[in-house]
């Protein structure tokens, strides 16, 4: 079957593998109909390049067709048509009873000291192969793949895989007060849903968005939010400020991580860990602090005495010097952390499923791509050229 794999540091190419089988009695085979790209593939197309190896199948987001079970799935059957959740939790452990399904305890990695499994994420989180292939082995199968209801085109679910949960997460997790304000930082595809979920969940009566791309910023206007240029101001803690009598958001969300536009000595010594060999970076890149931090600064900076920062972005690196005089001064709760999907996938499935698309998402895909573009997608994506927001590939192209 033809899957895309990471080759070398920015460089990914659809090849054949082996198609999957199943392994363990709980697995599942799933064929993929849809799958997406994530801001997080990103990290791992070339921040995060030396915990990938030549060959490592990329992608967790996606949906399918169930293609095989094994013996002990019992909720799934052949034909059924599923979302399968970027974490792989067994569904009854410790964590998992808790609804803490990104640190499950049966898929966690402690040889690495990281949480769960996540398909297609590197050595750090079980190096299991991912879902931008024309078929996946999905384990813990009798947990994990959300059921699609029949008469919704793919993009209603797809997005269940990832960053609606996250985007509801971290809005949720933001804790805005009721007619509180929250700052989003980062108008990329969590960015612009978690402005869509805070407008859904009637919270928040102001909504400002951060980013420093024209559509980005457009489309967050299209849904209700307040937009701050980056490109235009000299601080965003000043802007937002400005927008909140003085004061700053209530809640700041920063939908950005490690590819934050504004740290260039980190951006230079990422590229320099990504040249070393394997063996010798992955070491530098979890202890080291190589985190490009401008967008969790201008959080940190953008909330209110006493608000709070929820952080969906991810990071990476363990040195970084945090404004810890700031945060502690400034009494902030913060939250941060991989999505717990499964926690969120029954609500949002009664948001989504039903006629009208309220959230918007079959609309949120700027680039509809065969699999066999991928490459060429990655790099769209990153570029954020030709207005591309969000990319869906069609592994049957
Ligand atoms: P993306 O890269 O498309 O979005 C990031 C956006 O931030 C871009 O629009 C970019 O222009 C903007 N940006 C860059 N620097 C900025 C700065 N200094 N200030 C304001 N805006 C800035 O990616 P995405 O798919 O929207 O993902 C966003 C983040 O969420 C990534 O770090 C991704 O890894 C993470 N993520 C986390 C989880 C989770 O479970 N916690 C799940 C999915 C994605
Ligand atoms: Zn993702
Ligand atoms: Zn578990």
Not at 193 to 201: D, F, G, K, M
Not at 351 to 358: C, P
């Amino acid at each position: 079957m033809r899957a895309l794999t990471w080759q070398s540091a920015a460089t990914v190419a659809v090849i054949d593998v082996p198609r999957p089988t199943l392994v363990h009695p709980t697995d599942a085979i799933v064929r993929v109909t849809s799958t997406a790209i994530c801001g997080s593939d990103l990290h791992l197309y070339d921040a995060l390049g030396p915990a990938m190896r030549n060959g490592d199948v990329l992608g967790h987001e996606f949906m399918g067709v169930v293609d095989e079970v094994g013996s002990e799935v019992t909720r799934l059957k052949v034909g059924d048509r599923v979302v399968v959740p970027f974490n792989i939790s067994c569904g009854h452990c410790w964590m998992c009873d808790r609804g803490f399904y990104s640190q499950c305890e049966t898929t966690q990695n402690t040889d690495q000291g990281t949480g769960a499994s996540l398909f297609g994420y590197s050595t750090l989180y079980g190096e299991v192969p991912g879902g931008q292939a024309e078929f996946v082995r999905v384990p813990h199968a009798d947990f994990g793949p959300v059921l699609v209801p029949e008469g919704f085109a793919d993009e209603r679910a797809l997005y269940l895989s990832d960053i609606l949960p996250t985007a509801w997460q971290g809005v949720t997790w933001a804790d805005v007060p009721q007619d509180g304000s929250i700052a989003i930082v980062g108008a990329g595809p969590v960015g612009q849903l978690a402005t869509r979920v805070a407008r859904h969940q009637q919270r928040a009566s102001r909504i400002i968005v951060v980013d420093l791309v024209d559509e980005r910023l457009a489309l967050a206007r299209e849904w209700g939010a307040e937009t701050i240029d980056l490109r235009q101001v000299d601080s965003v803690g000043d802007a937002v400020r400005d927008l909140t009598d003085g004061r700053g958001a209530d809640s700041v969300l920063d939908a950005v991580g490690m590819e934050a536009h504004g740290n260039p000595v980190t951006a230079a010594m990422i590229a320099a860990v990504n040249h070393l060999p394997g063996p010798v970076g992955r070491p530098l890149l979890k202890h080291a602090g190589m985190d490009r931090t401008a967008a969790l600064l201008s959080a940190v900076d953008a909330v209110r005495r006493s608000g709070t920062v929820s952080i969906s972005g991810v990071y990476g690196g363990n040195r970084d010097v945090l404004p810890l005089f700031d945060m502690f001064d400034k009494g902030l709760t913060v939250r941060m952390g991989q999505c717990h999907v499964r926690q969120w996938t029954d609500e949002l499935s009664n948001i989504l499923f039903q006629d009208e698309d309220v959230l918007g998402v079959e609309k949120l895909a700027t680039h509809h791509l065969g699999l066999s573009e991928a490459p060429a997608a990655y790099e769209l994506f990153r570029s954020k050229q030709d207005g591309c927001i969000k990319v869906v590939l069609d592994p049957t192209r």
